[in-house]
Every structure is written in C-alpha cells, then in structure tokens.
C-alpha cells in the first residue's frame, strides 16, 4: 500500500464532524427545495384538466424546468454552509501551550488585636476589602491562602480560581480559629511547604498583619534565609495609637481585653518589625490605604520582569482536531 493510500485510509477512518447538530439544518432546506420546486411545476397544475397526450403541446417545458433548477441552485450553498459549519475533521494538529505561573501565599492574621477598630470598620474587615481588590486584580498565577493564629491552617492550596478565595474571605476571623494567639512563624512555614510541593522553586507571600511577636522575627529571617527565590511583602493594618480589642475576639460577650492587672489592652501596629521583614526578603511593605495605591503596588511586584524566576512555564503540547469546514466556504462564495 503507497503512502497516499495509507493516509487516505486513515483519514476515512478518522473522518468525523466537530459539530454535528449542524447537520440538522439539512432537512428544512432540502424540504423547503421539494417543495418549490413541486409548486413552480406546471405540469402539476394542468395535468388534471388536460389529456396527458395533449400536455407537452399545450403547456411549455423550458421556463418549468428553469425554474426547477433555480431551487436546487438555491440548495446547493445552503448545504455547503451546515457543512462547513457541522466542521468536518479527519486529522489532528499539535497545540502547543505556554502558560505562565507566578505562586503567591497570603499569610492572614487571624489574632484577636485584627478586630481592633482603630481603622473603621474594624482591621480584619478592611484586610478582607483589600484582599478582595487585590484577588479581582490579578490576572495570572496561582494564589494560596493560610490563616493563623495559635496555630496556622491552610485555607485554599495554591490555585488560579481566585474567585473560589474571595468567597471564604468573609467566614473568616478569629472565633473559627481552634487556638487564640499571634503565630506567623507557623504561617510562614506552611507557606513555603506549599510552594515547594507544588513543584516551584521561588514564589511569593504577602503577610496581612498588624504585627509580629518579638522572638518570632530573627526566626523568620532565617528560614527564609535558607530558601533563595521566596520575597515576602507586608500589608499592615492599624494605627500606632491603637485601639482596645473586643472581648468577643476572646469568647467573652462584652467589653474590652485586659490584661492581669486589669487595665485594657491597645492593640497598636508595631511597624517595625513587619518592614524589616519585607526589606530583608525582597519584598515591599505597605500600610493599609483608603485608595487602591497599595494592592497596586504590591500586584506590580507580583507580576513585575524581575519575578520571572518565580514563574513556572508549563510547556505541554495537546492535540486538538483540525476544523476543515473553511474549505467549503469557496463554492459557497
């Protein structure tokens, strides 16, 4: 068998139509031609009233069968056209995919002080609020999302659906945690788990958070320190001032944390710490704004030239049918 038979009979064999409902739309046209041409025959009129032997003197043949070839003139681009849009295919091409994929890990603080009201409605509100924007805003790469506080619990792995993270935003403050407390450390190490699981070598992470604990920043330095390729950035919230925090952040049912002595804890923000950890990690740190000038910020950073080594190229290469269907669009011109 020659090469061309070969073909020929594999594309006989892999012949078939990527839209075949099209092909229903045969019907009414070829009905629709019968039918004309079954009401501009001549014959079909007189036939009744005049002998057979008379009929081919009396009534005149051409324009009769002029006009019955006109209607199926009329069906031949009908029917070029539900084929050409049935689609038919009898080989495949290869179609290469690129797909650019930067990780970020959002680190937000669930500790009872995210409820101070220092910034209004409250800190926690206004991070969900920013975190929604900053969500919508992003147009590629996968985001995760860990919440902690005494301990840490990852929210969503890292995905692109970020519309499925901006609907569990709002369930989400301190009384669903199991444990009370203020434990980045355990946040950020879950976060770095989850991009080198997910097969990166850097990333991103952005801590939502009014504050760090003393001991827990020479620590943080440090793991990140070991790991090349993973910034950290800093959104905080809150004033230096502070503000008390509700007792319902601590399972009470009214008025203020205290402290042993009785005297009402301020939740202040405790800028320090939360800037050198983004400046020791290649990150920004930016307050919390009225306008959109942080979460723009920090999305240029994300999406910025300078993180291309924290993109991952997935090159795959799939093979789709190729539509043939445009050929038939030159005897239907």
Same mark, same amino acid.
């Given at each position: ?48 009233? /005049? ?41 495949? /091409? ?10 970020l890990v959002i680190l937000l603080d669930l500790s009872p002080s995210m409820l101070a009201e220092d910034v209004k409605p409250n ?71 989850? /991009? ?19 001991a827990d920043l020479p620590q943080m330095n440090a793991q990140l320190a070991d790991i090349s390729g993973i910034k950290v950035s ?8 502070g503000a008390p925090i509700p007792a319902t952040a601590a399972g009470s049912k009214g008025g203020f944390v205290k402290d042993k ?73």
């Open positions: 068998m020659s090469a061309f038979s070969a073909e020929l009979a594999t594309a006989i064999t892999q012949f078939h139509w990527l839209r075949p409902w099209w092909l229903a739309a045969l019907l009414p046209g070829i009905a629709l031609a019968l039918l004309l041409a079954r009401r501009s025959s001549n014959n079909s009129h007189w036939q009744g009233v /005049i002998a057979t032997e008379l009929l081919p003197y009396l009534v005149e043949q051409g324009a009769s069968t002029q006009r019955q070839r006109l209607h199926w003139w009329l069906l031949a681009p009908w029917l070029c056209a539900c084929l050409a849009l049935a689609g038919p295919s009898w080989n495949k /091409i290869p179609l290469p995919i690129h797909k650019q994929q930067t990780p800190r926690l509100t206004r991070a969900r609020l920013k975190l929604t924007d900053l969500l919508l805003a992003r147009q590629e790469g996968t985001t995760a999302l860990i919440a902690y506080a005494g301990d840490a619990h990852v929210v969503t792995p890292l995905t692109d659906d970020t519309a499925t993270i901006v609907s569990l935003l709002p369930a989400l403050n301190p009384t669903v945690m199991p444990v009370a407390g203020n434990q980045p450390l355990q946040a950020l190490e879950k976060g770095i788990a989850l /991009i080198q699981e997910s097969g990166f070598a850097n990333g991103h992470m952005l801590l939502v958070s009014d504050g760090l604990p003393d800093v959104l905080a919230l809150g004033t230096e001032d002595q009785g005297n009402i804890v301020l939740a202040q923000l405790r800028q320090k710490p939360l800037r050198t950890l983004a400046q020791s990690n290649g990150g920004l740190y930016r307050k919390l704004s009225t306008d959109d000038k942080d979460f723009e910020a920090l999305n240029q950073l994300f999406d910025s030239a300078d993180s291309e080594q924290s993109q991952q190229q997935l090159q795959r290469t799939f093979d789709t049918w190729h539509d043939s269907g445009f050929w038939l669009v030159l005897p239907l011109l």
